[in-house]
Nanobody, 120 residues
């Protein structure tokens, strides 16, 4: 079971990027899916969360600029990032809570990360 992110890159301040994260492998169901980020020298922080039913929560620093969404049929979560700022520069990680079968407990799954760099 793995999460694979894509869509990172270099963009100028004010620009946009869309991150994607696909879960694959032996997955029965996925609960919450999240995006975290970690800037150099800083702790990893939660950016946005989306439940299996589509409820969303955002960090205050990205509210109004970022939108998290998901396609349950494709086991995919997205992060649309608009009005990007240099302080958004970080490695962005996808995270999911999933079950491999009806009988198993929820387990953690992390992606490998994708770099987002915003130039001023």
């Amino acid at each position: 079971v793995q999460l694979v992110e894509s869509g990172g890159g270099l963009v100028q301040a004010g620009g946009s990027l869309r991150l994607s994260c696909v879960a694959s492998g032996s997955i029965y169901s996925i609960d919450d899916m999240d995006w975290y980020r970690q800037a150099p020298g800083k702790q990893r922080e939660l950016v946005a969360v989306i439940s299996s039913r589509g409820s969303t929560t955002y960090a205050g620093s990205v509210t109004g600029r970022f939108t998290i969404s998901r396609d349950n049929a494709k086991n995919t979560v997205y992060l649309q990032m608009n009005s990007l700022k240099p302080e958004d520069t970080a490695v962005y990680y996808c995270h999911a809570m999933y079950r491999s079968s009806y009988f198993t407990a929820l387990d953690d799954l992390w992606g490998q990360g994708t770099q987002v760099t915003v130039s001023s």
